[in-house]
């Protein structure tokens, strides 16, 4: 399948696109093609690292990562922020072993069906998230509240990045030796709550699957 985009995301049974990405863990370029016939591929693809909740994707899967790889699994997450900054921000808050890349443009997620949405769209939902927001709150207000609880620094960087006047969805798919598709997971505005996170077992379940 061509680097392309799709007009849905991604399902169980597709193809999956051969994506190359600036690798952050370590030097060089991360392609997908680089995974074929070698090892099942779990790929996250997430928002910046200025994204609280993308934040709590990428240490959830760093957690995942040596099950995963016990089962065979690798583990690849892309985060829309520039190589440099994510590099400065792992360096503080480490990712043993989990292979991470960087993808300003958001060609992967377009490739996978990850479609970004009006800010209109979004500004519209508010957050209830007990015991981590004193009230409901937009999205906007709430990754403020979130950065400075948790004493993450918005660089020039960051801002370009929150700049666009459109959102980006995110979602996580699980791709055998053969480059298919089996599990998918993609964050879908409903009920007013857009920061759901995949069900571990499932994934689990799933990943047991392919790596036979």
Same mark, same amino acid.
């Given at each position: 399948?061509?680097?392309?985009?799709?007009?849905?995301?991604?399902?169980?049974? /597709?193809?999956?696109?051969?994506?190359?990405?600036?690798?952050?863990?370590? /030097?060089?370029?991360?392609?997908?093609?680089?995974?074929?016939?070698?090892?099942?591929?779990?790929?996250? !693809?997430?928002?910046? !690292?200025?994204?609280?909740?993308?934040? =709590?994707?990428?240490?959830?899967?760093?957690? !995942?990562?040596?099950?995963? =790889?016990?089962? @065979?699994?690798?583990?690849?997450?892309?985060?829309?922020?520039?190589?440099?900054?994510?590099?400065?921000?792992?360096?503080?808050?480490?990712?043993?072993?989990?292979?991470?890349?960087?993808?300003?443009?958001?060609?992967?997620? =377009?490739?996978?069906?990850?479609?970004?949405?009006?800010?209109?769209?979004?500004?519209?939902?508010?957050?209830?998230?007990?015991?981590?927001?004193?009230?409901?709150?937009?999205?906007?207000?709430?990754?403020?509240?979130?950065?400075?609880?948790? @004493?993450?620094?918005?660089?020039?960087? /960051?801002?370009?990045?929150?700049?666009?006047?459109?959102?980006?969805?995110? @979602?996580?798919?699980?791709?055998?030796?053969?480059?298919?598709?089996?599990?998918?997971?993609?964050?879908? !505005?409903?009920?007013?709550?857009?920061? =759901?996170?995949?069900?571990?077992?499932?994934?689990?379940?799933?990943?047991?699957?392919?790596?036979?």
């Amino acid at each position: 399948m061509p680097m392309s985009n799709v007009d849905r995301p991604l399902q169980p049974g /597709d193809q999956a696109p051969n994506i190359v990405l600036d690798a952050i863990s370590r /030097d060089g370029k991360i392609a997908l093609k680089d995974f074929r016939g070698r090892n099942p591929l779990l790929i996250g !693809l997430f928002r910046g !690292l200025h994204c609280p909740f993308c934040r =709590r994707h990428v240490a959830a899967m760093a957690q !995942l990562n040596p099950v995963l =790889r016990e089962k @065979g699994v690798e583990c690849l997450a892309v985060v829309n922020t520039p190589v440099e900054r994510a590099r400065l921000y792992f360096r503080y808050h480490p990712i043993p072993d989990l292979l991470a890349a960087s993808d300003l443009a958001r060609a992967s997620h =377009r490739a996978f069906g990850l479609h970004e949405v009006g800010m209109e769209t979004v500004m519209a939902i508010r957050i209830d998230l007990p015991g981590e927001l004193p009230e409901p709150m937009d999205v906007m207000a709430m990754n403020e509240f979130l950065n400075k609880k948790e @004493g993450y620094e918005i660089t020039e960087a /960051d801002q370009q990045m929150m700049a666009s006047d459109k959102a980006q969805l995110v @979602g996580q798919f699980l791709i055998d030796r053969e480059g298919i598709v089996r599990w998918s997971f993609t964050e879908v !505005l409903e009920g007013g709550y857009t920061f =759901r996170a995949p069900n571990p077992e499932e994934l689990m379940s799933a990943a047991s699957q392919v790596a036979h």
